[in-house]
């Protein structure tokens, strides 16, 4: 684990004002945030804004993916915004990458970069469905080497790869893992999870935690029994 706090909020919501309301009670000494692609459409730049000026670090999650020209210009400005962590599908493929790490090296305060691997709403069956047939660790596996190899920070993987991912990029590369359930808590569409505690000892630097938190009727009671899990 890099850090003293491992836990980002996954703020998907389709309205800023539900963001708003969360964000007052939480505190950004214990967690970081991520703002997705609902909430981005919906808000923008702004809510971002308003995030950093409350001092919350922001994980732009708005996973890029297009030629390598676009994907360098959209980095860029996720680094103008000030953006503490900015991804991209690694899927775009090595010069994609080369790129965007080239663009962000211009930058004084250059966003973490990672490459989401095989998203954790997949399965096996469902990577020969789109004719990939496969396991998914091993196509984790790759996309992690091929993404360190590009210039990436880290990767996003479920945390049942992190283990093994973890052994072969070492202890620098940053594995941030959403699929994140707590015990017998409901998968939802995530179909490769792991318990917070699990995702930790497994070797996890980041969780990223959306509904489990967000949908709970107690949003901070919900936190709050997280990190006690964690703090164990
Ligand atoms: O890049 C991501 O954050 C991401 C990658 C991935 O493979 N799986 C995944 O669930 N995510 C994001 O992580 C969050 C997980 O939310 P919950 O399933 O509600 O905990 C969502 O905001 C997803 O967009």
């Known amino acids: 684990m890099s850090g003293t706090k491992p836990i ?23 967690c970081r945030v991520k703002v997705g692609k609902e909430l981005f459409t919906r ?18 999650d708005l996973k890029y993916h297009d030629i390598p020209n676009t994907v360098a210009g959209a980095c860029a400005v996720a680094a103008d915004l000030g953006v503490w962590m900015v991804n991209l599908h ?34 096996g069956d469902d990577l020969a469905a789109v004719g990939c047939p496969g396991d998914p660790l091993e196509r984790v596996l790759a996309l992690a080497a091929l993404g360190h190899a590009a210039g990436l920070d ?12 973890r052994a072969v990029e070492g202890a620098g590369f940053r594995l941030v893992t959403p699929g994140i359930r707590p015990a017998g808590g409901v998968a939802d569409d995530q179909r490769r999870v792991m318990t917070p505690r699990e ?8 969780l990223v935690i959306g509904r489990p938190i967000t949908a709970a009727a107690d949003p901070l009671a919900a936190l709050r029994a997280i990190e006690a899990d964690l703090a164990v």
Do not use: H, K, N, Y
């Open 90 to 123: 690694i899927m775009g493929g090595a010069r994609m990458i080369a790129a965007a790490r080239e663009r962000l090296e211009r930058v004084t305060r250059p966003p973490l970069l990672v490459g989401v691997t095989l998203l954790t709403s997949l399965t």
């Open 154 to 165: 880290g990767i996003v993987c479920s945390p049942r790869e992190a283990a093994a991912v």
């Open 8 to 30: 980002i909020v996954a703020l998907d919501f389709s309205d800023e004002s539900l963001a708003l309301d969360l964000i007052e009670r939480l505190d950004p000494s214990a």
């Open 43 to 60: 808000a923008g730049p702004g809510l971002v804004e308003a995030l950093q000026v409350r001092g919350f670090e922001v994980f732009l």
């Open 199 to 206: 995702a930790l000892a497994a070797g996890a630097d980041d």
